[in-house]
């Protein structure tokens, strides 16, 4: 619980989600997904009373950092004593908690990464892959130290260099728009703050650099052709340091619509799938919905 000068509040927690540790290739990769609610109870100086509220946290996930979760703090009722109890745990609380999704990341990456046995030279991969699932205890046990607002100052360790196989993908997607509109979409930072829903460092000319989602992905346009192609060096935070992957974008006016391609080799084998679904979660479905380009005729 956490204790003030003007109050004090302790919580109990509701959570659900998965979270797996493999094996491929030699290489540990996580994939977790948590969502919590925590719900808070408390009593200040001034009142007797239980006041009662919530703390909503959402997007724990592989392809967030601890920075990067949404944690909202609510109120059952409204009124003095109540707000004030409520700032007491959003300003105390809630921080705290942030802090402790980054100590379950680490938690996940050496306590149930050391479970994962990687092969031995010469041994077979894949057959002896093993894989691990985090069970409800370890979930508990976050829970408890959120209970008791135990922080580690420790960072996470560093993993070991391997080898890593790459490989490339396209996709494809139609958007009910000029083409000169959507190619303004990867090239514009107004454009793309809107979509993003956030900062767009963008410089968009040959050999200029760009950050998108608070740094998530970085890279330098080499070719922008307008209204027709748009090629980049590309790379996702979390993979190894210096590692870039190369992106094309072709713009192609179909008369009633302008078709996107996009081709992108180098992309590590683990990240495969969380990056075509980055592309779609994050560009292509937020330009739509963003812009009205999913449907109606130009």
């Not at 997007?59 to 409520?86: A, C, F, M, Y």
């Not at 402790?100 to 479970?115: P, R, V």
């Not at 979930?139 to 490339?168: F, Y």
């Not at 748009?230 to 935070?237: A, V």
Request: proline residues 3%; glycine residues 8%.
């Amino acid at each position: 619980g956490i204790n003030a000068e003007y109050g004090s509040s302790g919580i109990n927690a509701e959570y659900g989600g998965e979270a797996t540790v493999n094996n491929r290739k030699g290489k540990v990769i996580y994939f977790y997904e948590w969502d919590l609610e925590l719900k808070w109870c408390g009593k200040t100086a001034m009142s007797n009373d239980n006041i009662t509220g919530k703390i909503i946290i959402e997007n724990v996930s592989e392809e967030n950092t601890e920075d990067e979760v949404d944690i909202t703090t609510r109120q059952e009722k409204s009124g003095g004593e109540h707000s004030k109890l409520h700032q007491i745990v959003k300003q105390q609380l809630a921080p705290k908690c942030r802090e402790i999704i980054g100590q379950y990341i680490q938690f996940l990456q050496t306590t149930h990464g050391k479970q994962v046995v990687l092969p031995t030279k010469g041994a077979g991969q894949g057959i002896n892959a093993v894989s691990t699932k985090t069970k409800p205890d370890s979930v508990n046990s976050i829970k408890k130290q959120m209970d008791a607002a135990v922080i580690s100052k420790s960072g996470p360790k560093k993993t070991e260099n391997v080898t890593l196989q790459r490989t490339e993908f396209s996709l494809k997607d139609t958007f009910k728009c000029r083409r000169e509109e959507l190619f303004q979409c990867f090239v514009n930072p107004d454009r793309m703050k809107a979509y993003l829903r956030g900062e767009a460092d963008v410089d968009p000319r040959e050999s200029g650099k760009f950050s998108l989602l608070a740094g998530a992905i970085t890279g330098t346009y080499l070719e922008i052709q307008p209204e027709d192609k748009i090629q980049q060096h590309w790379r996702f935070k979390d993979w190894p340091a210096e590692m870039f992957s190369s992106v094309t974008l072709t713009f192609k006016d179909t008369g009633s619509s302008t078709e996107l391609t996009l081709h992108q080799t180098g992309v590590p084998q683990y990240s495969l799938e969380q990056i075509k679904q980055g592309w779609t979660r994050y560009y292509f479905q937020p330009i739509k919905m963003t812009f009205g380009y999913g449907s109606g005729s130009l």
